[in-house]
Structures are given as C-alpha cells and as structure tokens.
C-alpha cells in the first residue's frame, strides 16, 4: 500500500504552494493593469474607436515593470485608418520594449500585419482614373485575389475573373495576373491578357510608413488583402493626438 500523507504534511505543503499561487495572480494582475494602460495609448495613437487588444508577454512581469523592459508586447486593433488605407485588422508584435531618454520608447523589433477588406481595397481601386475596364468586385481564390471585370471583345462586353498575385516594391502594391477566368474557362494569363484590348489597372502606392517602419510582405487571405511590415531598433516619440485632439 501507498503510505498516505500524514496531516502535517499535507498543510506544509499548502502552505508552500499557496504563497506561490498568490504570487502568480498578482504578477498577472499587474501586467493587466499595463496592458490596460498601454491599450488606451494604443488606441490614441491609433486614433481607432475601437480598444485595441494588448497581451504581454513573459513571465513573471514584475521584474520586467520593475527594469522598465518588456520583453514581447502584442497589440491587436480593429478599423485603422492611414491615409486613404482602411485597415480592417491590425496585429502588431513588438519586442525588447525599454524607457529611453526624453520620455521615449526604443523597440529592438517591431513586426506588423495588417489586414485591408476587400471592399476598402475595391474603393482604393475605385478611385484611380484611366481607360482600363474598371474593377467590378475583388474576392479570394486559391490564394490568389479574383479580379471581377468586364472587357469589350468583338462589339460585347464579356465577363471576366482575373486571378492575380500580389507583389511589393517599396510603397508600390500591384498584382500581377497569374489565370484569366472568361465563359467558363481557365487559362493562363500569359496566353489571353496580351490580346485584351484593355486591362485593369491593379497598381496601388501604399502610404509612408512612421517611425521607420517598411513593408515587407504581401498575401491574399479569405478576409482581404494582408500586408506585412517590419522595423528595427524603434524609437517611440511619448505624445501625439488622438482623433478628438487630445495629447496621448
């Protein structure tokens, strides 16, 4: 038979653990109270109605507060606005976060994806001038965005679904055809683009980026068009407005 622990035992044990259990709440009460702090900051420099999630990361956090270094903060938004840039969801990371001089934040790294909707996106490309066949609807398919348009061919105007990959250059967005969808066929986009009269124009320049932020990366999801941006050793200025005026 297993000996059972004895009466004593049982309470030296209590009274080891339960020390260490209020230890861990309230080092996670304290990085709640941060983390609550830092997304009404978030939320001002953001100028977004919407609260934005914050998460810190390791453990324990004390220390970290204490040192005036967090180690991983994640920011999550919702309905960002840059510019003519509609961004439905925004997922920043950003590591190594410590006080610098001047009421400062220097960042060692900062990664950013940002979502645009298809909608905001079909407005963007609205808005540009041309002759091109214009921009009827954008979707996703296969990882690739689908491109609702309709060109004049032989004195009618045939529906046609362009399917196309994104690709960055600096600020310049622009998607290049990989399949044309029309009656009912798919065929590549090198064989059939050529001999269109007209094509849409899909180019896009994306706004500057603050404090030395650049774009990185770009991709189709089922919710829209991502765009992924990256900085190193950050340097965070304290202040700015929010979108009613006040200092943050």
Known sequence: MIP???????VVAAAAVIPLALACTADRLAA?????RLSGRAACYLR???????????FPFLPQGLSGRLDDVRISARNVRRGELSVSSLDARLRGVRQAPGGKAAVERVTADAVVSFPSLNSM??????DGPRVQGLGYDNGMLAVETRVARAGMELPVTVLAEPSLSGRSLDF???YVKVLGRLVPAEQLMKRLP????????LPELPVGLRYSSAGVTGDG???????????????????EGRSC
Request: aromatic fraction near 0%; charge should be positive.
């Open 32 to 36: 709640d109270r941060a983390a609550g």
């Open 198 to 205: 007209e094509q849409p124009d899909l180019g896009r320049e």
């Open 176 to 178: 290049r055809p990989r």
């Open 4 to 10: 059972r622990p004895s009466r004593r035992t049982a």
């Open 125 to 130: 490309l609205a808005g540009k001038g041309g």
């Open 48 to 58: 977004t109605a919407d609260r934005p999630r914050v998460a810190l990361g390791g």
């Open 225 to 243: 068009v991502r765009i992924g941006m990256t900085a190193d050793d950050v340097s965070l200025t304290a202040g700015g407005k929010s979108k």
